[in-house]
């Protein structure tokens, strides 16, 4: 069974520094797709970076990259140069690669909070 | 770009009413899904659908049903709402494997009383 697992519930960090967070996940697929997504107090869920099991090179979205560890199956969310507008919640999520199977499992999230 | 359109925000039901969350989304994405969100838990799938007069049991079923009669247009229905199904419910779209994965609506924060 496909699982992913989030083992940070919180965490802090100061204004302008990096931070990462943490998933690590189980598959027997040898195609998946690894998502990241933010929840700000808000509540929508916005985007942010996809990592192909298959790509090659790690992948990045401005402030955002994925570190992706296939042999450690982890796929850690680094944020460079903190905001305060970072804050919230990030949800680690996958996407099983049997054909026709697009639905995601998702993580219990990590709630950031970034400080001034 | 896409949107996801939940038509409400907040809801507050009686236990035991039959309750009605809608989601509407405007590119033609064939996937459709509703998950609950709880602390702790994460996102849990309720039910999904690949195609019009499609569904499938997610990994949280029970309870709930689920009607796609138009292709954008995807209804999560609460035959008869109990304590426990207060939640927040977001529904989201896809089309097939994009890389940019699925769209949110803005959520549904259904509280039952």
């Known amino acids: 069974a496909q699982k992913i697992t989030q083992t940070q519930p919180g965490m802090f960090v100061q204004e302008k520094e990096a931070v990462t967070l943490d998933c690590t996940y189980d598959?027997?697929?040898?195609?998946?797709?690894l998502f990241w997504y933010k929840q700000p107090s808000s509540g929508e869920m916005i985007f942010l970076i996809y990592?192909?099991?298959?790509?090659?090179q790690n992948a990045t979205e401005g402030r955002y990259s994925l570190n992706f560890q296939k042999a450690r199956k982890s796929a850690n969310l680094v944020i460079s140069a903190s905001q305060l507008g970072d804050s919230a919640m990030y949800f680690c999520?996958?996407?099983?690669?049997?054909?026709?199977?697009?639905?995601?499992?998702f993580g219990t999230g990590t709630r950031l909070k970034v400080l001034a | 770009d896409v949107k996801v359109t939940q038509s409400s925000r907040y809801l507050v039901k009686r236990t035991g009413e039959k309750v009605f969350l809608e989601c509407v989304q405007d590119m033609d994405h064939e996937n459709m899904f509703w998950y609950r969100q709880d602390p702790g838990l994460g996102l849990r799938l309720i039910y999904f659908s690949y195609d019009v007069k499609m569904k499938e049991k997610g990994d949280i079923p029970e309870g709930y049903s689920v009607s796609r009669e138009k292709k954008e247009r995807f209804s999560l229905i609460l035959e008869s709402a109990s304590t426990n199904q207060t939640s927040m419910y977001l529904c989201a779209s896809s089309l097939g494997q994009h890389p940019a994965g699925y769209t949110f609506g803005s959520g549904t924060r259904l509280t039952v009383v």
């Open positions: 598959t027997s697929d040898p195609s998946y797709g």
């Open positions: 999520a996958m996407r099983g690669g049997t054909s026709g199977t697009y639905k995601y499992i």
């Open positions: 990592q192909g099991s298959y790509d090659q």
